[in-house]
């Protein structure tokens, strides 16, 4: 297989709602993370590293900060003759407004750039999870499949087999029924959202479907059940590697915290399969003489004057003199006032935590949102 007969099409439109105040005014592949990153990275770097470099994103919720975050792709060695990235966004022609109305209609709005790549393989992914993942090693199980449709699954605990979509397979790992969030499933096998399509296949079941008024709007809803039942070879490919969906404040803040662990699973120094980021461009960290920093991530820009205790402090965090942060994640940019307690938290960036605030979250892990003040007064940082 040649790195030119593989698209990938990474989804990164969500609102995350459930992520609340941290994406009012971004979407929710664009929330930071893991005190560098943000949690697209991961994704891009995963088709990076697995030699897949054309690329498109398609974005839809307040995609500023994305975009920019994007660029070129020079972070991700995208930038050159023979690699792209390409921000794909809705937009108005003489049939009216093209709104994505879900996962596969924004593939099918996005029919023409996708011909124009010429890729015989489509990989879908979604923009808003924290996995690494060999892609080639899927794509490579398509091939020998002879299949037009593989599906990626890993196996969840069985009790929680009833929130996720269900793949059940037979003996050869052919998908042979699809349970969307079964009350009582039949197997754990979950779907990751990760798909590998013909392109020409999947183009002729869009077209087809679109032109009939039977829209196939969802991959899970729509496409895979349409697979099903037109009889095609389908199968799911088996991961078992790191993967969280942080859709979720508690899951953010769990996943944030895992990385403290030295031995966490994601492990973001083996340098055969790095994460890459858009450099900043920082200032070097400053930890004081009065400060004390024991089991946390400090990253580039910080300065800290305070006590910090297994946190994380992003880039460009100030932690000012006498505060002290437990169990949190200070996102970049935010300020932490003189004197403020932060415990079992999620401060959002460019966020101001007022002198002597408490922002106690041990009942409920606390958020303050993007660009919040609490507990400021007026010029008291002049």
Same mark, same amino acid.
Request: charged share 20%.
């Given at each position: 297989?040649?790195?030119?007969?593989?698209?990938?099409?990474?989804l990164a439109g969500g609102k995350g709602t459930r992520l609340g105040s941290l994406t009012q005014n971004q979407a929710k592949p664009g929330v930071p993370f893991g005190g560098r990153y943000r949690i697209i990275d991961f994704t891009i770097s995963n088709c990076v590293n697995s030699g897949i470099d054309n690329i498109g994103v398609i974005t839809q919720y307040i995609p500023l900060k994305l975009n920019s975050h994007i660029g070129n792709g020079f972070s991700w060695g995208l930038d050159g003759l023979d690699s792209s990235i390409n921000i794909l966004q809705p937009y108005t022609d003489n049939r009216g407004s093209r709104w994505f109305e879900g996962t596969a209609h924004s593939i099918y709005q996005n029919i023409d750039f996708i011909d124009r790549q010429g890729a015989k393989y489509l990989l879908i992914l979604s923009g808003d999870h924290i996995y690494k993942m060999d892609y080639d090693e899927m794509i490579q199980q398509h091939i020998d499949n002879n299949a037009t449709l593989t599906v990626a699954?890993?196996?969840?605990? +069985? $009790?929680?087999?009833?929130r996720y979509g269900i793949m059940n397979t037979d003996v050869s790992n052919r998908i042979i029924d699809f349970e969307e969030k079964p009350a009582q499933p039949k197997s754990n096998h979950a779907s990751m959202g990760i798909y590998i399509f013909d392109w020409q296949r999947l183009r002729d079941a869009l077209t087809t479907a679109f032109s009939t008024d039977n829209q196939m709007l969802d991959f899970g809803?729509?496409?895979?059940?349409?697979?099903?039942?037109?009889?095609?070879r389908v199968f799911a490919y088996q991961f078992s590697g790191y993967w969280r969906d942080v859709g979720t404040i508690d899951?953010?803040?769990?996943?944030? +915290? $895992?990385?403290?662990?030295?031995?966490?699973e994601l492990n973001l120094y083996d340098r055969s399969w790095r994460i890459y980021s858009k450099d900043t461009i920082a200032a070097p960290q400053l930890i004081t003489g009065n400060a004390t920093v024991k089991d946390s991530m400090v990253v580039d820009g910080c300065y800290v004057d305070g006590e910090v205790e297994h946190s994380i402090l992003s880039v460009n965090a100030n932690v000012k003199k006498g505060a002290k942060i437990t169990d949190s994640v200070i996102m970049p940019g935010a300020i932490i006032g003189e004197g403020a307690v932060i415990n079992h938290a999620i401060i959002g960036e460019n966020a101001e935590?007022?002198?002597n605030k408490v922002i106690d979250g041990q009942e409920e892990v606390a958020v303050i949102g993007n660009n919040e003040r609490v507990g400021v007064i007026p010029n008291e940082n002049e």
């Open positions: 297989m040649m790195a030119s007969d593989v698209l990938a099409m990474i699954v890993m196996d969840v605990p +069985m $009790e929680d087999a009833s809803k729509n496409v895979i059940p349409f697979y099903l039942q037109s009889d095609e899951s953010l803040w769990n996943a944030n +915290m $895992e990385l403290l662990d030295p031995n966490n935590i007022g002198r």
